[in-house]
C-alpha cells in the first residue's frame, strides 16, 4: 500500500496544497514566498525520506504567521492521511542532531493524540527575516492536525540558523523512525488498546 496523501486548504488567509509521499527519495519542491522557511522544509523532506511537494499562498504582505502556521495545519492533515490506521510501524522515533554547536533531540509518538512540548531558545528574534516564533507555530499546527505527541528539545546552540536546522532534521529523522516497519510484528497497531 502506497503511503501518501493529497490536501488542499483555502481559507481568506491561505490557499495551501500538501502533496506528501511517505516511501519517498527525499525529494522536495516548496513554494511558500518564504525562502528560509523553505530551506527548512527542505531538511524534513530529506532527512525523513518523504517526498514533499507545496504549494502555499497567503497573506505575506501582512505576516508570515498565517501561512507557516497553515502549512503545519495542512502537512499534518496529509501526514494522518497518508500513516493511515498505522499498522505494522514502530510508532516511536528519535533522533539528535547535531549542526556544528548545536544540538537538538526529537521524540515523536504517533500516538494519535496530538501534544507539543517544544524547549527551544533562539539566541535572536529573526533568522534574516524569518520570525522564529513562527518554528513553533508551525509545529503546533502539525501535531495537532497530525495526531503525533512530539517533543523538541534543543540542547546546545548559540547560532540562531544553526539550532532550527537541527531541529528540522531532527524531526524528519524522528518520524522516518516512527514510520519504519516493525519487523517481529508486521501488522500488529503498536498499542494494547488495538488502536492509535
Known sequence: MERQASVTRNTLETQITVNLALDGQGQAR?????PFFEHMLEQVARHGL????IDAKGDLAVDAHHTVEDVGITLGQAFARAVGDKAGVRRYGHAYVPLDEALTRVVVDLSGRPGLFYRVKYPRGRIHDFDVDLIEEFFRGFCNHGLVTLHIDNLAGHNAH???????????????????????????????KGTL
Open 50 to 53: 518523504f517526498d514533499l511537494t
Open 162 to 192: 544553526h539550532v532550527a536546522e537541527t531541529v528540522f532534521k531532527a524531526f524528519g529523522r524522528a518520524l522516518r523512525m516512527a514510520l519504519e516497519g516493525d519487523t517481529r510484528a508486521p501488522s500488529a497497531i503498536a498499542s494494547t
Open 30 to 34: 516548496l513554494a511558500t514566498g518564504l
